[in-house]
């Protein structure tokens, strides 16, 4: 299968192209002295970008964002940290004070909207930024060792072994973004409860970025087939049948569907079918209701009635009244009508996931 570049992917990379370039900018630059303490300083930088990696429900933009300006600020820092002296104040401590404000961002996140805490995936949530919270902690264990190591020894042995320490956080934060593990619960209980959560629909958050790509691929396909085929005005029209024409699983067109229009797959379907009535409509007023109600693909006059209220908040009925008022009755009735775009590009129709 192709690779799917999506934001995620790109943040978790992130931390190692900007640990390239500082050290490639540092070997050009030919620092000399203080290799070991410079690589400390590079793995700890690598280590906040890596700290900022979205977890379920966070906004990855915020992360971006926070990727952009402290990257630029190291490579800044970098050019200026000629000598080993200037390690601690342009390196260290702004480490130190990113670890803390992104510690005091975590728990503001958490804590400012209680309802979130009681949210069905609250527990796995809370699972995952306690875990951040934990390598953070820890993060910040080793800068303040490291900044003790630099006062208090000049021996490069204590310093290679906190380069070690720190080249292992990096390891660990690197699978832990990678695989989606928390690193605390245990590999097994991680995905037994992952797996409950995106069975019961409360968990769509979890689902892979590639899983996301798939989704994503299908509701292209399905919205190609509801566009060209109109199969929703056929009244026994059913998620089987659609399974069938597209040759795509039902579970991944029913998340789809979920996903990108907030709605189960009986509501797309009349949602669509709403559209299409509001189309034949303005093309001609003079319909009746009923009429509507089975050229839409209805099985009855009630249904069509409550789904029309529900996705476009008044009666069929009232827009019909509306729209006699301001169009004379047409002579033919029969009205070719085109539904609005999709907002999401179609793929080609000879796509398979």
């Known amino acids: 299968m192709k690779r799917i570049i999506t934001v995620h992917l790109v943040l978790r990379f992130a931390p190692l192209v900007l640990l390239a370039l500082l050290i490639l900018s540092s070997e050009a630059l030919d620092y000399g002295k203080g290799r070991a303490m410079r690589l400390c300083c590079y793995f700890l930088a ?118 070690a320490a720190i080249v292992s956080l990096d390891v660990v934060l690197h699978c832990r973004a990678y695989t989606g593990r928390t690193m605390i619960l245990g590999h097994k209980k991680e995905k037994r409860i992952q797996n409950i959560m995106i069975a019961s629909g409360h968990g769509s958050s979890l689902v892979s970025e590639v899983e996301t790509g798939i989704l994503e691929k299908s509701y292209r396909r399905v919205e190609q087939l509801m566009k060209e085929k109109k199969p929703y005005l056929s009244d026994k029209f059913t998620l089987e049948e659609m399974s069938d024409i597209l040759k795509i699983n039902k579970v991944y067109i029913s998340r789809a569907v979920n996903k990108f229009t907030g709605k189960n797959f009986r509501q797309y379907v009349n949602w669509h079918r709403v559209l299409y009535a509001a189309q034949l409509m303005k093309a001609d007023p003079w319909l009746k209701v009923i009429e509507l109600a089975f050229m839409s693909g209805f099985h009855s006059q009630v249904t069509f009635n409550l789904s029309f209220r529900m996705f476009l908040d008044e009666a069929p009925s009232d827009m019909l009244v509306r729209l006699r008022l301001s169009k004379p009755r047409p002579s033919i009735s029969k009205i070719e009508v085109k539904l609005p775009s999709s907002t999401i590009p179609l793929s080609s129709p000879d796509e398979r996931i």
């Open 46 to 163: 690598a280590a906040v970008i890596y700290l900022a990696y979205p977890l379920s429900r966070e906004d990855a933009v915020h992360s971006v964002r926070f990727c952009v300006v402290s990257g630029v600020y190291y490579l800044v820092a970098n050019i200026f940290a000629t000598r080993a002296d200037l390690y601690e104040p342009l390196f260290i401590l702004p480490t130190a004070i990113l670890v803390v404000l992104l510690i005091a961002n975590f728990l503001y996140v958490k804590y400012k909207d209680p309802a979130s805490l009681f949210r069905k995936d609250a527990q796995w949530c809370s699972a995952e930024e306690d875990s951040r919270v934990f390598f953070s902690l820890i993060t910040l264990l080793l800068v303040l060792s490291l900044v003790f190591i630099s006062h208090t020894t000049s021996s490069k042995v204590p310093i290679y072994c906190m380069m």
